[in-house]
């Protein structure tokens, strides 16, 4: 099965903004870069099972399955998660604290 780029994107800060909804069973990696050269970026990528949907307010903490939570990326550095398994009816949100952060979802199809 091939490798495939799912999506870019660069969030603003401080907001958790879905980078997929999985409508099929995928093995995923996150790649995160900080283009900043001279600011750390703080990054957090999580999934959100279809079995907890929807996540009432006050149990996200609970719910949320971290991949890297407050991660700390230096001026200029990266970060790729390692692979891990998303189902279908799957969320997996990014978030970053200083909107300088580019993230990029790659998925092979299971």
Known sequence: MPLNRGRSLNPAANEDTEILYATASYLVAIIASNMSDSKESRISVW???????PISSGEEEEKRAYVIKEGS?????SYESWRFAVNPEDFVYVKSNNGKASFTIELVAQ
């Open 73 to 77: 990326l230096p001026p200029n550095g």
């Open 47 to 53: 999934v959100e099972p279809y079995e907890y949907l």
